[in-house]
C-alpha cells in the first residue's frame, strides 16, 4: 500500500551523481579548512559547481546563485539526473534577465548536500566510510563561507550580485551580511531573515518521518545496503503542500478524481491531489539523499539573522553597500510578505538602497521557481538598472 | 532517533477501550443493518456512548454532540485512556452553555474510530479476526446515519440541537441535511461542506506516513503483534502543525530553544516547538489505533455535500427547518471562514434562520476545543435563545 516499494538497495542516478559529479569541481584540501559555526572545522571538502557565460576581463560581471533546499547547481542546463532543463532556465540564458552573454553565473551545490558537494553521503576520510550523521551539522552561514571560498578560487573580488529563492534568499542575505562590501546588488527572493516557528513545525515533521523508517539505520543506511525511501517520500509528500497555496491547489486539483468517475471507497490515490503528491514523494527520492535533507532542513531551522547580532536585524546590515531588491509572493505561506517586510525595515533602518516588490500570485511559495511574467520582469529591471550603475552596460 | 521506541507490541490503555468500552454501548444486530454509502451494509455493529443530564418528559431537550477526527465520546467527563477532562468540558456541564441541568446530551465514538465503537480494530464476525481494511470505508453521512439509529433507539424523535467542531461540524451539517426535520438547532463549527484540496493533501501525507511504517503490516498489524506507532506518530505530528496558526505558534513557541540555552549542533529537539510537536505524536499513538486514523481521515476527505446534491450547496438545505449558527475562526487555515461562509449563503438562498460568527483569534483551528471567551458566548447565546423558542425554559 505504500507508495515505495521495499526493499531499496540498488544505487540510485542521484547517488552517483553525489559520489561523482558530472559538473566541475572545487576540492578544498587540508591547507584550506572551513571552519564551521558549530565550532568544528571541515577539512578537506569540495563544492560541485557549474557555471554559464564568461567572466569578463576586469572580473566585475559574476552572479552566484543559491538554490534552495533540494535543488542543485544544475541552475541553467539540464540536470544529469533527472533530465530536465535547469531549475531557473526561466530566468538565466542567452537574452534572459540573468543574460548569460553578459554575465558570468555561477552555482555550487550546497555543502551538505547531494549533488556532488560534500555532504552527509560524501566518504570522510578519516574514516574511509560515508560521515552519515558525524557530519558536523552545518549552517547558512557556513554554506556561504565555503562559496565564497569558491569564489576566491575563481579569481573574483566582488560579485555583481547574489540571488536566491527560499533557502537559495537566505544564503543570498547572509552573503550581504558576511561579506558587505564584496556583494554590488542582491535578490533574496521569497525568503526570510529567519526560519519561522511553523516552518520549523514542518521540517521536525519530515526529519522524523526520515528517523521513523527503519531503513535509515540511525543514519548509516548506506553501509547497511538500504535506503529510507518511504520516510524521505512522506517528508517531500508533507513539505510540498507548503510549497504550494489553497487557492493553486483549488484551482490544479479541486476534488478533482484520479482516472476514474467515482469514489474508490478505498486508501488507493481517489483524487489528483493525491496522486500528484504520491509522485512528488517517489520522484524526489530518486535525485536526493535522506540525510541531506535532514542537515540541510537543520541549516534552514538555524538560520537567525538578527539572533547573531544580539537581537536586532537592522544591526546585521549597518556595513552594507549593496543595493537589494526583495522579492516575495502573496500567496507564499512559507515566507510570507511580512518576513520580506522585516528585512526591508532593517535595511531601511540603515538608509540602503533597496526595493521590494510583493508579486500578487496564487501559485504560492513555489512562484520563484515559475514562469511568472511579474516576477521575471522584476528581475530583469532590476538586474538592468544595477549593471547600469555598475558600469557593465556594452 | 525516532520519537517512538521500537518494537511496540503491548495492548495499550486505547486498544483495551477500543476492545471493552467503558462507556454505555448501543448494539445493532442483523435485523438492524446500517447501509453505507459505499453500497456495502455494515452488520452487526456497535456504538460506544456517553450521556449527561436527563431526558425530559417529552424528549425535547436532547443535545447531540458531534466529536472531531481524534475525538471521543467523552465529551464531558473524564476520558478513561488519557485521564483529562472532557475535550468540551469548557462548554458542556452542570450551569455551563451547554447545561446538563436542562439538557440530555449524548455523544457517541463515530464509526470506524477506536473508542469502543466498531471500527477497523473491532473483530470481524464473519472471520472471527480484527476487520483492519476489510471493514468497509466509511463516511460522514454513515457515521450520522449510525447516529441516527442510536437516537431511534434511545425514543428520541427530534433532537433540540446538534453541535459539533471540526469533522464534528461535517457531521452536524450532515445531520441538518438528512434529517431536516429531526434537527430544532444546529451549530457546525470550525467546518466545511467539503474537504478541500490542501486538506486532502495534509490527509494524504498523514496515511502515507501510516501505511510507509513496515508495522502497518497492509494494514495487519493486530495479527502480526506490532503497532505502526512511528508512522501514526508522524501522522499526528504533520496533522497538529494544521490545527495551530502561525501565529500561535509564533507566540507560544518562537525560535525558543528547549531546556538548552544554545543550538544543539545536532538532530535531537532545539526548539520547544520540535519538542512539543514530538510529545503530540508520542501520547496520541497510545490512545488511537492507526487504521481508525485511515478511516476517519477518508471519511473527511470524501464529504462535499454539494456533490450529493447536483454540485449545488443550496440544493441540499433546500428542506431545512433548522435554525443555525455557524462559528468559524479567523486564524483558522484547515476551515478558513469562507467554508463557513459558503455554508452560510447556501442557508440564505433558502431563507434558512443563520447566524454567523468569526471569532477573531491566533489560536487557529483548535481554538474550538479551547476556552476562548467569544466562542463560549456566542454557542450560550444561541442554545438559550435557541431553547426558548422551542419552549425548554423553565
Known sequence: ??????????????????????????????????????????????????????????KSNAIYVCHALTGDQYAASPNPVTGKAGWWSTLIGPGKPIDTDRFFVVCANVLGSCMGSTGPASTDFETGMPYALALPVLTIPDMVRAQAMLIDRLGIDTLFAVIGGSMGGMQCLQWTVAYPSRVFAALPIATGARHSSQNIAFHEVGRQAVMADPDWHGGDYIQHGTRPHKGLAVARMAAHVTYLSEAALQRKFGRNLQDRDKLGFGFDADFQIESYLRHQGMTFVDRFDANAYLYLTRAMDYFDIAAEHGGRLAEAFRQTKTRF?????????????????????????????????????????????????????????????????RGLVR
Chains 1, 2 share one sequence.
Open 1 to 58: 500500500m505504500s507508495i515505495i516499494a521495499d526493499p531499496v538497495t540498488e544505487e540510485t542516478l542521484g547517488a552517483r551523481e553525489a559520489r561523482q559529479p558530472s559538473s566541475k569541481v572545487a576540492y578544498f584540501g587540508p591547507d584550506e579548512p572551513l571552519r564551521l559555526d558549530g565550532g568544528r572545522t571541515l577539512s578537506p571538502f569540495h563544492l560541485a559547481y557549474e557555471t554559464y557565460g564568461e567572466l569578463n576581463a576586469d
Open 325 to 389: 531588491c526583495l522579492v516575495s509572493f502573496s500567496s507564499d505561506w512559507l515566507f510570507p510578505t511580512e518576513e520580506s517586510r522585516a528585512v526591508v525595515h532593517a535595511l531601511n533602518a540603515n538608509a540602503a538602497s533597496v526595493s521590494f516588490v510583493e508579486i500578487e500570485t496564487d501559485k504560492g511559495h513555489d512562484a520563484f521557481l515559475l514562469d511568472e511574467p511579474e516576477f521575471i520582469g522584476a528581475v530583469a529591471g532590476f538586474v538592468s538598472s544595477a549593471a547600469k550603475a
